[in-house]
């Protein structure tokens, strides 16, 4: 039969933003695609067909295809204020989706998610879905199926950012009044992503309102933000502002006298006065439609946190300041009804500067002691990515290069005033350049039978070291039925960069550092088989996974984190690890009460040959048991309630099990660890509860969320301290009240 393209972009009808991965299907549903990040679509379909676009949470919209050549549709869909919200998924794309392992989360979802101090978190949102963890409080990241956090990408608008966290990991550095959609990919990677072995989370922007003015200010119990967007010129350039600087350098008493009187807790932070510490992060985002078939987006983006202590009597100061900087330009060009394209040019920095310095400049000594300790990372990079249909293909292509500094460690010691000045300076740089290319396709194989092939093939590089890599991605999903499918997939995956730590808590200060001829990039193989049931308003997803990783980096036993006069390599061992487990999850996905539970079921263990014996040991986000459960309950367009409880087994950490009496003159006592990560701190659990009222006028509206973080007050534990007979837990968040409050303003 012949066929027809058919191609454009879907839009939310009210402010011209792209809706990715809303689906396309037939009125016979055996064909259909979605969206990409840019709200484009194009399907190959018989003439004389009914095309369906839905998206959750918009009124689905039929288009009867009543023409004999390739044509251009764009479709603008309107908001359903009669559907309930969607949960962990951005529609049915999850289920129909060829991947195994990949989760979808709205930002307008987020908002209505209980949340520490009041501030919704698109990451810390992430623990509500199946195989994703966290470490304790006050510990940055979130951990993917047994992995560390170093080995999730994270990707703001296609561009990576290494500590998207504030405050050591309590907030995210993304302020989800701007995100559009979020994306993890945890089972079956897509070969247009490289660089990580455990997951890729791809954040989408918003692209500014291309029809009416639109502002928000939101006043916080932790924080004040502000966004601002409108056309520049309507229905062709706009802009994005968003902006966001905590209060705790100004409220800080106030809420450490609240959290001691609700908790019995009495610090925030284990080693950081709050009254000495702020963070910002802001966005800056313009769009230009140039015509029909290209398109050009500007992005700047910064986030930072300092922390400023000083001591009036002497010149002691500790000072601290970390923060990304990202800008990106791309290009989005349709050269044909069938043929996407994407240029983007960008460069990302990570910064972490530390300085501890002691003096009395008006006494006789008149002496100065100081350390300054930096660490750095640099990306630059050009990247261009195409998209083709090709009858029942689809096929994705594209190619990158980029070039990475490394500035793992400068630490300059500078002594004055003790009979001599003393001024030295510890510099290990590194530069390397990858590229990277890749190819994948998407057809049906039989009826019944789609395939997902890829190949992701890179190259680092430099003067001392080559490494190549051969990276294949493969995914069937089996249909037997329309609402059932089952799903294979394996993922090979490189990691070129590594991820010194001495702490589990995921201090700012670790230091990313490169492949080198002494340490070889990490490796993953993992296979995953998955199962996906849907109807209406419920959805069942259910995987089993299994993953081995190779190259693995640790400290060695006893080095000195800032001990800079020795290379870093030579504190490092290299190992091996494996995971593996399953996940399950059910999802009610509309109506008046919404909600998921989820459960996971893993293990995850690393090798080392002069670790432990050279025997194998429980990772320290080693999780066996993960439940997490939601709720959100809308009585009308005003009110909501909702609800969140997490449990999580222990992490496994390491105390003396042995003490030795040596008596040679005196007395004395020795403690023995004869194994890693031998003991579990208590298991974590937590109870969040909010409610929402939101009221809209003409011109204006303004919502009002209240609610409690850790409502029943469990002391769960941030670290474990040895005493002379027993180990005593630490606790740094008890229950948190919150309240936020939100003005919205906009133009017709």
């Given at each position: 039969?012949?066929?027809?393209?058919?191609?454009?972009?879907?839009?939310?009808?009210?402010?011209?933003?792209?809706?990715?991965?809303?689906?396309?299907?037939?009125?016979?549903?055996?064909?259909?695609?979605?969206?990409?990040?840019?709200?484009?679509?194009?399907?190959?379909?018989?003439?004389?067909?009914?095309?369906?676009?839905?998206?959750?949470?918009?009124?689905?919209?039929?288009?009867?295809?009543?023409?004999?050549?390739?044509?251009?549709?764009?479709?603008?869909?309107?908001?359903?204020?009669?559907?309930?919200?969607?949960?962990?998924?951005?529609?049915?794309?999850?289920?129909?989706?060829?991947?195994?392992?990949?989760?979808?989360?709205?930002?307008?979802?987020?908002?209505?998610?209980?949340?520490?101090m009041?501030e919704?978190?698109i990451?810390?949102?992430?623990?509500?879905m199946p195989?994703?963890?966290?470490?304790?409080?006050?510990?940055?990241?979130?951990?993917?199926?047994?992995?560390?956090?170093d080995?999730?990408?994270?990707?703001?608008?296609?561009?990576?950012?290494?500590?998207?966290?504030?405050?050591?990991?309590?907030f995210?550095?993304?302020?989800?009044?701007?995100?559009?959609?979020?994306?993890?990919?945890?089972?079956?990677?897509?070969?247009?992503?490289?660089?990580?072995?455990?997951?890729?989370?791809?954040?989408?922007?918003?692209?500014?309102?291309?029809?009416?003015?639109?502002?928000?200010?939101?006043?916080?119990?932790?924080?004040?933000?502000?966004?601002?967007?409108?056309?520049?010129?309507?229905?062709k350039t706009?802009?994005?502002?968003?902006?966001?600087?905590?209060?705790?350098d100004?409220?800080?008493?106030?809420?450490?006298?609240?959290?001691s009187?609700?908790?019995?807790?009495?610090?925030?932070?284990d080693?950081?006065?709050?009254?000495q510490?702020?963070?910002?992060?802001?966005?800056?985002?313009?769009?230009?439609?140039?015509?029909?078939?290209?398109?050009?987006?500007?992005?700047?983006?910064?986030?930072?946190?300092?922390?400023?202590d000083?001591?009036?009597?002497?010149?002691?100061?500790?000072?601290?300041?970390?923060g990304?900087?990202?800008?990106?330009?791309?290009?989005?060009?349709?050269?044909?009804?069938?043929?996407?394209?994407?240029?983007?040019?960008?460069?990302?920095?990570?910064?972490?500067?530390?300085?501890?310095?002691?003096?009395?400049?008006?006494?006789?000594?008149?002496?100065?002691h100081?350390?300054?300790?930096?660490?750095?990372?640099?990306?630059?990079?050009?990247k261009m990515d195409?998209?083709?249909?090709?009858?029942?293909?689809?096929?994705?292509?594209?190619?990158?290069?980029?070039?990475?500094r490394?500035?793992?460690?400068?630490?300059t010691?500078?002594?004055?005033?003790?009979?001599?000045?003393?001024?030295?300076?510890?510099?290990?740089?590194?530069?390397?350049?990858t590229?990277?290319?890749?190819?994948?396709?998407?057809?049906?194989?039989?009826?019944?039978?789609?395939?997902?092939?890829?190949?992701?093939?890179?190259?680092?590089?430099?003067?001392?070291?080559?490494?190549?890599?051969?990276?294949?991605?493969?995914?069937?999903?089996?249909t037997?039925?329309?609402?059932?499918?089952?799903?294979?997939s394996?993922?090979?995956?490189?990691?070129?960069?590594?991820?010194?730590?001495?702490?589990?808590?995921?201090?700012?200060?670790?230091?990313?550092?490169?492949?080198?001829?002494?340490?070889?990039?990490?490796k993953?193989?993992?296979?995953?088989l998955?199962?996906?049931y849907?109807?209406?308003?419920?959805?069942?997803?259910?995987?089993?996974?299994?993953?081995?990783?190779?190259?693995?980096?640790?400290?060695?036993?006893?080095?000195?984190?800032?001990?800079?006069?020795?290379?870093?390599?030579?504190?490092?061992?290299?190992?091996?690890?494996?995971?593996?487990?399953?996940?399950?999850s059910?999802?009610?996905?509309?109506?008046?009460?919404t909600?998921?539970?989820s459960?996971?079921?893993?293990?995850?263990?690393?090798?080392?040959?002069?670790?432990?014996?050279?025997?194998?040991?429980?990772?320290?986000?080693?999780?066996?048991?993960?439940?997490?459960?939601?709720?959100?309950?809308?009585?009308?367009?005003?009110?909501?309630?909702?609800?969140?409880?997490?449990?999580?087994?222990?992490?496994p950490?390491?105390?003396?099990?042995?003490?030795?009496?040596?008596?040679?003159?005196?007395?004395?006592?020795?403690?023995?660890?004869?194994?890693?990560?031998?003991?579990?701190?208590?298991?974590?659990?937590?109870?969040?509860?909010?409610?929402?009222?939101?009221k809209?006028?003409?011109?204006?509206?303004?919502n009002?969320?209240?609610?409690?973080?850790?409502a029943?007050?469990?002391?769960?534990?941030?670290?474990?301290?040895?005493?002379?007979?027993?180990?005593?837990?630490?606790?740094?968040?008890?229950?948190?009240?919150?309240?936020?409050?939100?003005?919205?303003?906009?133009?017709?």
């Amino acid at each position: 039969m012949a066929q027809i393209k058919v191609s454009g972009f879907i839009k939310d009808f009210d402010n011209h933003e792209a809706l990715i991965g809303a689906y396309v299907v037939d009125s016979n549903h055996t064909i259909g695609t979605s969206a990409n990040n840019y709200g484009f679509y194009t399907i190959s379909v018989p003439k004389h067909t009914v095309l369906r676009f839905s998206f959750i949470g918009y009124k689905p919209k039929e288009v009867l295809i009543n023409t004999p050549k390739d044509t251009v549709l764009d479709i603008y869909l309107t908001k359903d204020d009669l559907l309930g919200e969607v949960v962990v998924t951005a529609g049915r794309s999850v289920e129909q989706s060829n991947y195994t392992g990949v989760e979808q989360m709205r930002a307008q979802t987020v908002q209505k998610l209980p949340a520490i101090m009041g501030e919704p978190d698109i990451v810390k949102s992430l623990t509500l879905m199946p195989g994703v963890s966290f470490g304790n409080e006050a510990t940055s990241g979130y951990f993917v199926r047994g992995s560390s956090s170093d080995q999730n990408l994270i990707l703001l608008d296609g561009v990576p950012i290494y500590n998207p966290y504030h405050l050591k990991g309590y907030f995210s550095a993304f302020n989800v009044d701007a995100i559009n959609s979020a994306t993890l990919y945890k089972g079956a990677i897509p070969a247009q992503y490289g660089g990580r072995l455990a997951s890729v989370l791809d954040l989408n922007l918003k692209e500014g309102n291309m029809k009416r003015l639109n502002a928000k200010l939101t006043l916080g119990s932790v924080m004040n933000k502000v966004l601002i967007e409108a056309p520049i010129i309507k229905d062709k350039t706009s802009f994005l502002i968003t902006a966001r600087r905590s209060m705790l350098d100004i409220y800080g008493n106030q809420i450490s006298s609240l959290l001691s009187y609700f908790s019995g807790i009495h610090k925030v932070s284990d080693d950081m006065d709050m009254n000495q510490y702020y963070f910002t992060d802001y966005n800056v985002k313009l769009n230009h439609k140039i015509n029909h078939k290209n398109r050009i987006f500007l992005n700047f983006y910064k986030s930072q946190d300092d922390y400023d202590d000083k001591d009036t009597i002497s010149t002691l100061r500790n000072r601290k300041k970390w923060g990304n900087t990202l800008a990106s330009v791309r290009w989005n060009k349709i050269y044909s009804d069938n043929i996407f394209s994407n240029l983007t040019v960008y460069h990302s920095r990570y910064k972490y500067n530390a300085k501890k310095s002691l003096g009395y400049k008006n006494s006789p000594e008149n002496f100065e002691h100081s350390i300054n300790y930096k660490s750095a990372i640099s990306d630059y990079s050009a990247k261009m990515d195409f998209n083709i249909s090709i009858e029942k293909h689809h096929i994705k292509f594209g190619g990158q290069y980029l070039y990475q500094r490394f500035e793992p460690a400068v630490t300059t010691l500078r002594k004055i005033g003790e009979g001599s000045d003393v001024d030295t300076s510890y510099n290990y740089n590194f530069n390397t350049n990858t590229t990277s290319v890749y190819i994948e396709d998407q057809f049906k194989l039989l009826p019944q039978l789609d395939v997902n092939a890829g190949l992701y093939a890179s190259a680092l590089f430099n003067r001392e070291m080559f490494y190549p890599s051969l990276q294949p991605r493969v995914s069937l999903k089996y249909t037997p039925h329309k609402k059932l499918s089952l799903k294979t997939s394996y993922s090979r995956m490189t990691q070129n960069i590594h991820l010194l730590s001495n702490s589990w808590s995921g201090d700012p200060a670790d230091m990313w550092v490169p492949s080198t001829k002494q340490i070889r990039p990490e490796k993953s193989n993992q296979i995953d088989l998955g199962l996906a049931y849907h109807t209406h308003k419920w959805s069942f997803l259910a995987d089993i996974f299994a993953k081995n990783m190779s190259n693995l980096m640790e400290y060695k036993e006893g080095v000195s984190y800032f001990d800079n006069q020795s290379d870093w390599q030579s504190k490092v061992e290299t190992g091996k690890g494996k995971a593996y487990g399953a996940e399950f999850s059910i999802r009610k996905n509309q109506g008046k009460l919404t909600g998921s539970l989820s459960y996971t079921y893993s293990k995850s263990v690393r090798e080392f040959e002069k670790l432990n014996r050279g025997e194998a040991f429980p990772y320290t986000y080693d999780r066996t048991h993960n439940i997490s459960a939601f709720l959100l309950y809308t009585f009308n367009k005003r009110w909501s309630v909702s609800a969140n409880w997490i449990f999580t087994t222990g992490q496994p950490f390491t105390v003396a099990n042995t003490y030795v009496i040596n008596n040679f003159g005196h007395l004395q006592i020795f403690k023995q660890y004869d194994r890693v990560n031998n003991v579990r701190m208590p298991n974590y659990h937590r109870l969040d509860i909010g409610v929402n009222y939101t009221k809209s006028y003409s011109y204006f509206g303004y919502n009002i969320s209240a609610g409690l973080y850790n409502a029943y007050n469990r002391h769960n534990p941030y670290s474990v301290f040895e005493g002379e007979d027993m180990l005593y837990v630490h606790s740094l968040l008890g229950i948190m009240p919150y309240l936020t409050i939100s003005f919205n303003f906009n133009t017709k």
